[in-house]
């Protein structure tokens, strides 16, 4: 049992992702512990804009990122993607970010199942 979406082929584990979203975090020096809805108290709205934070800031195991988001947060986790440590999730981040921007020209919705 793992993290799907609905249009797109990357996947990871729930421990995997929370991994994926920690290390995506600290590559815009943000430590994700200090936020709200991750144990700290730290709001987003304190933080600079960065599309990153709509992927970030999103439950790992339901609901869904807008095809207006979609197109806002794919090019940034494109971007990112090649930063990341570990293969796995270079690989799965560049496949959804690819995914992502592909939802946002199609004005679809990405559902995290």
């Not at 797109?8 to 815009?28: C, I, M, P, Q």
Request: charged share 25%; proline share 4%; hydrophobic share 35%.
């Amino acid at each position: 049992m793992g993290l799907d979406f609905n249009h797109s082929e990357a996947s990871w584990s729930y421990s995997g992702f929370n991994r994926f979203r920690h290390d995506l975090a600290t590559l815009v020096g943000i430590d994700l512990d200090e936020m709200d809805g991750f144990g700290g108290n730290k709001l987003w709205t304190s933080l600079p804009p960065d599309p990153i934070h709509i992927l970030l800031n999103h439950s790992d195991c339901e609901g869904d990122i807008s095809a207006l988001d979609c197109a806002k947060c794919g090019p940034r986790l494109y971007e990112l993607a090649s930063k990341l440590p570990g293969e796995y999730d270079k690989k799965c981040a560049l496949i959804l970010a690819l995914d992502m921007i592909e939802c946002g020209k199609k004005e679809q919705t990405l559902e995290f199942c």
